[in-house]
């Protein structure tokens, strides 16, 4: 016999080991969500919750969902496509499911707090580990010596892994935890720590998605301001000592970003490096072949193979390294159409916010925690850095988290 609250303590458990989960790579966080939504979707429909699923945020993701499959089913290669498209729509009722357990596991958002708190301290002694020996606390080393890899797994993508959960950390700790120097000096040191290792890690992506966090906490979460500031100023004096100090740190982070940039070299100035910008390339060569529907989901790597035969100045890989790329690669200007409209609605709230800040400061549309957020989402749709597959499970996880947070703040307070 179906045990409904048994179901609901072991769903917000797989949910608060979800960020240990995502050390090890895409399949057992995966394999979790997986369970978290199928789990939702029974009690969901047994008691007639149909109040997940008559709002905005389904409908979009529902249409969006709708189009990426009859893209996939009119593609050249529809087996390979719905490899990416037919299961998509796990990620955002996993949104609807961490709204659910909020709403019915009062305890939930503390426990996923002190989660998260725990595995940033492991992750970050991991990648301090790494930064001396070149290997994990469990031996694992990664492909390239000049970056970091998760605990548990070869994915070079610790740094990623830091920045992009780092606002929810934030916004988490504002929430729970009461405003004493315990909590300070909590947040102080995770704020130099994650700028440090997020420094270490030698991915330059990550290192943008922090500075564009630094500078949107600084300017919109009151509570922050000024220690952020201070961090941040600490966490450049600590790097600046390491680059001197360290020259494996320096060949990592400065030496190895100058030469894939031809910085000081004749001629142009690569903006990433002279791989990305083929690939980038072929991406607009795929898009222009299609440009209103696209080639179809995780087609990219179908068809730059055919490209770079006729034209070897074009890149290949499994995608474009890009999300705005990728989206008019794949699904056309009607697949990026879904995708701006997110950057309008947030765009939208935030200008309210600001106006807010001016007119009535004691009545802020946003609270700091729900802006900590908004930094998460812009982390997600910031369209100049280099980004994994769209369609990427790890990285659909850590997008969609912060969503069924931020959907739980908004309806609480209707």
């Known amino acids: 016999m179906f045990n409904q609250k048994l179901a609901i303590h072991f769903s917000s458990l797989l949910l608060c080991l979800l960020p240990l989960a995502l050390l090890s790579g895409p399949f057992i966080p995966d394999l979790f969500l997986s369970i978290i939504t199928l789990i939702f979707i029974y009690i969901s429909i047994k008691n007639k919750l149909w109040f997940y699923y008559t709002n905005k945020f389904f409908y979009f993701f529902s249409l969006f969902y709708l189009y990426i499959i009859s893209r996939s089913i009119f593609s050249d290669s529809i087996i390979l496509s719905l490899e990416s498209s037919l299961f998509y729509f796990r990620f955002f009722v996993f949104s609807l499911a961490v709204w659910f357990l909020i709403n019915n596991n009062s305890k939930l958002l503390k426990y996923f707090t002190v989660s998260l708190v725990v595995v940033f301290l492991f992750a970050l002694m991991d990648g301090f580990y790494q930064s001396l020996y070149s290997e994990n606390l469990f031996g694992i080393t990664g492909r390239l010596d000049n970056r970091l890899t998760l605990v548990f797994s070869d994915k070079m993508i610790m740094g990623s892994f830091i920045a992009r959960l780092f606002p929810l950390l934030i916004g ?112 607009v060569d795929i898009f222009k072949s299609n440009p209103v529907f696209g080639s179809g989901p995780k087609l990219f790597r179908y068809y730059c ?22 989206i008019l690669a794949e699904t056309g200007i009607i697949g990026l159409f879904f995708i701006l409209m997110i950057v309008f609605y947030l765009s939208f709230k935030l200008i309210k916010h600001i106006k807010s800040i001016y007119l009535t400061p004691d009545k802020r549309t946003l609270s700091d925690y729900q802006i900590c957020l908004f930094a998460c989402f812009m982390l997600t749709l910031w369209p100049f850095l280099p980004t994994l597959n769209f369609f990427n499970n790890w990285i659909n996880i850590i997008y969609f988290l912060p969503v069924g947070f931020y959907l739980h703040s908004i309806y609480e307070s209707k």
Request: charged residues 20%; contains cysteine; proline residues 1%.
């Open 305 to 326: 193979d055919k490209i770079k035969k006729l034209n070897e100045e074009n890149g290949c890989s499994t995608h474009p390294h890009n999300t705005y790329l990728q």
């Open 172 to 283: 988490l700790i504002i929430l729970n935890f009461k405003s004493n120097k315990y909590s300070f000096l909590l947040t102080f040191l995770f704020l130099i720590l994650s700028d440090v290792i997020i420094y270490i890690s030698g991915e330059r992506t990550a290192i943008g998605l922090l500075f564009l966090s630094t500078v949107f906490i600084i300017i919109f979460v009151s509570k922050l301001r000024l220690t952020r500031l201070i961090t941040f100023i600490c966490a450049l004096l600590i790097i600046f000592s390491i680059t001197i100090f360290n020259t494996k740190v320096k060949e990592r982070s400065i030496n190895y970003t100058v030469d894939q940039m031809n910085i000081g070299n004749e001629g142009r100035v690569i903006l990433f490096s002279e791989e990305h910008e083929k690939i980038f390339v072929t991406a």
